[in-house]
């Protein structure tokens, strides 16, 4: 069974970090490209970032470019979110979501997500 | 940046109900159009990858069409666990953008 945990969520002050991880388990992590995908408080889904199965090629949206680091040690089988420079606009549920195999793009299994919220 | 617009942002409907969802995105997109189906407080599953064809386990109620930039999401009766918010993406490139919801009420 396809399995993903996200874990490191929390409350943190602007202009702060914060490091969110996703344990997977139930398929071959490093056969996939990996997205981190958030939704802030009542509203819609909005992708962040994409890392493919080596790790040597990822993708970031530009409102966080330069500010956040997706990342995956394959031999743990966990994908990685660095965020930096944390904004109040940055406060969301973020999940963690595995691209399907097939040809085209699909989040085809999204963890339970974790909270992270930019307040002072 | 691809938009993504979908109609109605809410719908009310009721059991047994046939209904239709649609999504147009800013520039065409060929067939690289997802759809996905979220709850309150849990997160989106994904029902129908690359505009038409059924994700394994999705009832056949459900069916997606469209290409180029218009797409239609149908439900062809409408079963109390569907009331729901529904999203449409687009994975045709980065930024891999979705539809604003569209919110499936009773």
């Known amino acids: 069974e396809v399995q993903l945990v996200e874990s490191g969520g929390g409350l943190v002050q602007p202009g702060g970090s914060l490091r969110v991880s996703c344990a997977a388990s139930g398929f071959t992590f490093s056969s996939h490209w990996m997205h981190w995908i958030r939704q802030g408080p009542g509203k819609g889904l909005v992708w962040v970032s994409r890392i493919n199965g080596d790790g040597r090629r990822t993708d970031y949206a530009d409102s966080v470019k330069g500010r956040f680091t997706i990342s995956r040690d394959n031999a743990k089988n966990t994908l990685y979110l660095q965020m930096n420079s944390l904004r109040a606009e940055d406060t969301a549920v973020y999940y963690c979501?595995?691209?399907?195999?097939?040809?085209?793009?699909?989040?085809?299994?999204w963890g339970q997500g974790t909270m992270v919220t930019v307040s002072s | 940046d691809i938009q993504m617009t979908q109609s109605p942002s809410s719908l009310s409907a009721s059991v047994g109900d046939r209904v239709t969802i649609t999504c147009r995105a800013s520039q065409t997109i060929s067939i690289y159009l997802n759809w996905y189906q979220q709850k309150p407080g849990k997160a989106p599953k994904f029902l129908i990858f690359a505009a038409s064809s059924l994700q394994s386990g999705v009832p056949s109620r459900f069916s997606g069409s469209g290409s180029g930039t218009d797409f239609t999401l149908t439900i062809s009766s409408l079963q109390p666990e569907d009331f729901a918010t529904y999203y449409c993406?687009?994975?045709?490139?980065?930024?891999?953008?979705f539809g604003q919801g569209t919110k499936l009420e009773i």
């Open positions: 993406q687009q994975s045709y490139s980065t930024p891999y953008s």
């Open positions: 979501t595995r691209d399907q195999l097939t040809g085209s793009v699909g989040f085809d299994f």
